[in-house]
């Protein structure tokens, strides 16, 4: 059973950055493929990012260029570099791990964060 917690959420302007950490326990991270998800206010649940056991990254069009997936198979953990923030990332950003990156891309992963926080203001 792989737990994960997420951390790094917060309350930032427009324009600033953020970075999002995923602690995974549990679990052969290294043999994971891992991936952000992000859920706002009445809306549905959607992809961020993702990031599979052999390197390979992928972004949804809306983040593309402003934020970074990247992990530290050695600390076991993931992360969301986050930059140039808009209203409309303000959601509770999820981190979620599967043997299957197929999985991961489309929201059937087998484990999910409790989530975390960031708004981002105007």
């Known amino acids: 059973q792989v737990q994960l917690v997420e951390s790094g959420g917060g309350l930032v302007q427009a324009g600033g950055s953020l970075r999002l950490s995923c602690a995974a326990s549990?679990?052969?991270?290294?043999?994971?493929?891992m991936g952000w998800f992000r859920q706002a206010p009445g809306k549905e649940r959607e992809f961020v990012s993702a990031h599979s056991w052999s390197g390979s990254t992928y972004y949804a069009d809306s983040v593309k260029g402003r934020f970074t997936i990247s992990r530290d198979n050695a600390q076991n953990t993931l992360y969301l570099q986050m930059n140039n923030l808009k209203p409309e990332d303000t959601a509770v950003y999820y981190c979620?791990?599967?043997?299957?990156?197929?999985?991961?891309?489309?929201?059937?992963?087998?484990?999910w964060g409790q989530g975390t926080q960031v708004t981002v203001s105007s």
């Open positions: 549990g679990g052969t991270f290294r043999s994971l493929a």
């Open positions: 979620v791990a599967d043997r299957l990156l197929s999985s991961v891309r489309t929201m059937k992963s087998d484990y």
